[in-house]
């Protein structure tokens, strides 16, 4: 089983559409949630950090359920700039980040 | 604009040449990473220097070679690689005690062995 796992994708959506990701990690004893944005041929770069209360942040809404070990992420009114591919990422047992395959989203107009 | 730097941005080599990837991070950060990302994988990560001191190496052969002089810079030396070691090559850097969970990538090094 993989250690991160989300759903490749890619999610094709028009603009102002609200969607969603999911990720699911196999480690229970996972600290700390991140979701990453790569965008095409170029680096990933933090997007939000998530907390077991879910937090938000403008139209990113990330969640965590310890319980059933997924992560999720919420984007609304999808704008075109929003397409990338989206890393989840939970740091392992020595801290490091261990990163999903990635979901890749395309906003179309 | 990433304060992490990357050089070369692009590397074709053969399977005989020796060859070097150059990071430089210029955040004051005190840990580095290297990564290795292929097509349709999640980046791996392949060694960590934390204060200038290799605290991991996730089992990478030892055609791969890194090295840290001080904390702004770090190296992988390539010799001897495989087709399969095709990939791009993402450089890191964090600040230890700092926001958790927040690294810093380099442009990346895409490498094609022939």
């Known amino acids: 089983r993989k250690e991160v796992e989300q759903d490749p994708g890619p999610f094709n959506v028009p603009e102002g559409a609200t969607v969603a990701f999911n990720c699911t990690y196999s480690n229970s004893a996972s600290q700390s949630f991140f979701w990453y944005r790569q965008d095409c041929r170029k680096e990933p770069k933090l997007l939000m950090s998530v907390y077991s209360s879910g937090n938000e942040d403008g139209r990113f809404t990330a969640q965590l359920n310890r319980a059933s070990q997924y992560i999720s992420l919420l984007i609304r009114d999808s704008k075109l700039s929003d397409s990338a591919t989206y890393l989840c990422v939970v740091t392992g047992n020595t801290g490091k980040l261990i990163f999903g395959q990635g979901t890749t989203l395309q906003v179309k107009p | 604009e990433t304060g992490v730097t990357q050089t070369p941005r692009h590397l074709v080599m053969g399977m005989t040449n020796k060859k070097s990837l150059k990071c430089e991070q210029h955040l004051g950060h005190n840990a580095m990473y290297w990564y290795k990302q292929s097509a349709k994988k999640p980046l791996e990560l392949m060694f960590v220097?934390?204060?200038?001191?290799?605290?991991e190496n996730n089992s990478v052969p030892s055609r791969f070679s890194p090295e840290c002089p001080n904390s702004s810079h770090l190296f992988l030396h390539l010799h001897t690689l495989q087709p399969e070691d095709s990939a791009l090559y993402l450089c890191a850097s964090s600040q230890i005690g700092g926001v958790r969970g927040e690294q810093f990538f380099g442009p990346g090094t895409r490498l094609t062995v022939l």
């Open positions: 220097y934390s204060l200038e001191e290799r605290v």
